[in-house]
């Protein structure tokens, strides 16, 4: 019913820049948060950065000053921005979206397939 399809990772060194893009798409009413998550061999999934439809915005602290995220509600798109990074931003990342695809119905999340982002020298 809905999708999320990311596009942007890669391989990058240490202090470069990386941009991750997310579209949602299908049966859509509404959506309520956007975001990105990440995992790591080895560890849990954490979260990233996240944008209400409102616009209120939560970072990880690791990535706080780093990362931007931004959102285009027309298109139901969320994007990252990823300067700076570090190796420890290795990882795959995965957006999330909490989608209501009928006025009626609740928010539920779905996730994209993920996208792995390498930063190495």
């Known amino acids: 019913q809905v999708q999320l399809v990311e596009s942007g990772g890669g391989l990058v060194h240490p202090g470069g820049s990386l941009r991750l893009s997310c579209a949602a798409s299908?049966?859509?009413?509404?959506?309520?948060?956007m975001g990105w998550y990440r995992h790591t061999p080895g560890r849990e999934r954490e979260l990233v950065a996240v944008?209400?439809?409102?616009?209120?915005?939560k970072y990880a602290d690791s990535v706080k000053g780093r990362f931007t995220i931004s959102r285009d509600n027309a298109k139901n798109l969320v994007s990252l921005q990823m300067n700076s990074l570090k190796p420890e931003d290795t990882a795959v990342y995965y957006c999330?979206?909490?989608?209501?695809?009928?006025?009626?119905?609740?928010?539920?999340?779905?996730w994209g397939q993920g996208t792995q982002v390498t930063v190495s020298s």
């Open positions: 944008i209400r439809n409102g616009g209120n915005i």
């Open positions: 299908g049966k859509i009413f509404s959506i309520n948060v």
């Open positions: 999330n979206a909490a989608v209501r695809v009928r006025f009626d119905s609740d928010y539920l999340d779905y």
